[in-house]
C-alpha cells in the first residue's frame, strides 16, 4: 500500500511538474510572438523616423543653397556700390567748378529763373556737348543722384548769386544814366518797410523817372533812357541775351513802379514780366508802360521771396543806393548831350538781327510756347 501512493504522488509530481512546463513554454512563446511584434512596430517607425528626417535634410539643403546664393548676390551689389562710390569720389571737384561755370553762362543767357528740371537738363546737354564720356559713366538714376548731391547745389546758389548781381548792375546803370541826363533819382534802403517804400515811390523825382523810361531823351532823337541803360549794360556784357535784356527792363519797370508796394524783385513778380517783355523783342513792339505798369497793383510782392534774390546780389543787400549815381562810367559828356548809344536806334533792341544763336531762338520758343505766347 505504501509503495502505491508512493507511485502515485510521483505520478502527480511529474503531472504538476509537466503543466508547470508547459505553461512556462506557454508564457515563453507568448512572450517571443510579443517581441516579434514590438521588432516590427519599432522597425516600421523606424523607417518613418528616417523618411522623415530625409525630407527635412532636403529642405535644408535647399535653404543653405538659397542662402549661398544671397550672400552672392549681396556680394556682388555691396561691390557695385562700393564701386560707384569709388567713382563718384574720384570725380575732381575743380572740373565740376570749371563746367559748372560754363553751364551758368549758358544758363542764364536763357533762363533768368530756371526750374529745377531746367536746371539738370541744361547740365546735361552741356556734358554730352563737350564731355560725353563723363555723363556715360552714369546709368539715369544715378546721374540724377550724382547730379542733385553734387552739383545742383551750387549750381543753384551761383546762378541765384549771378541773377542778383545782375540785378544790381542794372540798378547801378538805371541810377547813373538818369543822373547823367538830369534826373537823380534819390537813394532807398532796399530793406526799409511798404510804407516808407511807397513813400519814396510817391516822391516826384520817381515818377518822373518812371514816366520817363521809355520817353526820349531829346526831341528829334529816337535814344530813350531805356535804350541808354541797355546800351551800358551791352557795352559792359558784349552781346546780352533777349532774355537778359527783357529782364533789365523787368527790372527798371518794376522797381520805378508806383503801383509795386514793395522794392524786391521776387520770382512771382518777375518772370511774367519778363515773357511779355520777351514776346515784345520777339515781336518788335514799342515799349510802354499802358499795358499794365502804369495801373496794375497785382505788382505787390505777398510771396515774401524777393528779399533772398535780392540778398544774392554783389551790391543790394540791403545797403542804400548812394553810391549809384557816382558811376563814372555813365557820367560823360555823350550821355548828357542825348547821344550816348551812338545813334542806336530803338528798332536795335528790338530787332532779332541784334542778338545771338540759333540755340538762343529755341529757348525763346520754348519759353513763348510754355506761357501760351507767340510770335507776330
Not at 529642405?59 to 564701386?83: A, F, H, M, P, Y
Not at 517783355?277 to 515781336?283: D, G, M, T
Request: a positive charge.
Amino acid at each position: 500500500m505504501a509503495t502505491k501512493r508512493g507511485e502515485k504522488r510521483n505520478i502527480d509530481d511529474n503531472k504538476r511538474i509537466s503543466r508547470r512546463n508547459t505553461e512556462k513554454s506557454s508564457e515563453a512563446e507568448k512572450r517571443i510572438r510579443l517581441s516579434d511584434d514590438n521588432v516590427e512596430v519599432n522597425k516600421k517607425s523606424i523607417e518613418k523616423l528616417l523618411r522623415t528626417n530625409s525630407q527635412i535634410i532636403s529642405k535644408l539643403e535647399v535653404l543653405i543653397t538659397r542662402q549661398k546664393n544671397l550672400e552672392i548676390r549681396l556680394s556682388g551689389i555691396e561691390k557695385k556700390l562700393n564701386d560707384d562710390n569709388k567713382n563718384n569720389n574720384t570725380i575732381d571737384p575743380e572740373y565740376i567748378k570749371e563746367f559748372v561755370k560754363k553751364v551758368l553762362k549758358i544758363l542764364f543767357e536763357n533762363f533768368i529763373y530756371p526750374s529745377q528740371d531746367e536746371y539738370r537738363l541744361a547740365t546735361e546737354k552741356y556734358l554730352k556737348d563737350e564731355n560725353p564720356e563723363f555723363i556715360r559713366q552714369f546709368k539715369k538714376n544715378q546721374w540724377i543722384i550724382f547730379f542733385e548731391k553734387k552739383i545742383a547745389p551750387t549750381l543753384v546758389q551761383q546762378h541765384r548769386s549771378i541773377r542778383g548781381t545782375f540785378m544790381s548792375r542794372v540798378k547801378d546803370v538805371m541810377y547813373s544814366v538818369f543822373k547823367a541826363t538830369g534826373h537823380k533819382l534819390p537813394s532807398i534802403n532796399t530793406q526799409v518797410s511798404p510804407s516808407k517804400i511807397q513813400e519814396w515811390k510817391s516822391k516826384p523825382e520817381v515818377k518822373r523817372c518812371y514816366n520817363n523810361l521809355f520817353k526820349k531823351v531829346k526831341d528829334g532823337q529816337s535814344t530813350t533812357y531805356m535804350l541808354l541803360i541797355i546800351d551800358k549794360l551791352r557795352k559792359e556784357n558784349k552781346n546780352p541775351s533777349k532774355t537778359q535784356i527783357a529782364y533789365a527792363i523787368s527790372i527798371c519797370e518794376t522797381y520805378l513802379n508806383p503801383n509795386n508796394q514793395n522794392i524786391q524783385m521776387s520770382e512771382s513778380i518777375m518772370k511774367s514780366k519778363i515773357i511779355n517783355n520777351l514776346q515784345k523783342l520777339e515781336n518788335r513792339d514799342k515799349f510802354t508802360h499802358s499795358d499794365d505798369d502804369s495801373h496794375d497793383g497785382n505788382d505787390v510782392d505777398n510771396g515774401g521771396d524777393g528779399a533772398a534774390d535780392d540778398g544774392a546780389g554783389a551790391a543790394d543787400n540791403g545797403a542804400t543806393n548812394d553810391g549809384r549815381p557816382n558811376d563814372s562810367a555813365v557820367n560823360d559828356s555823350a550821355a548828357n548831350n542825348g547821344a550816348a548809344n551812338d545813334g542806336i536806334a530803338d528798332d536795335d533792341i528790338l530787332s532779332s538781327d541784334s542778338y545771338n544763336t540759333e540755340e538762343e531762338g529755341r529757348y525763346v520758343n520754348s519759353l513763348l510756347e510754355n506761357y501760351g505766347l507767340h510770335r507776330k
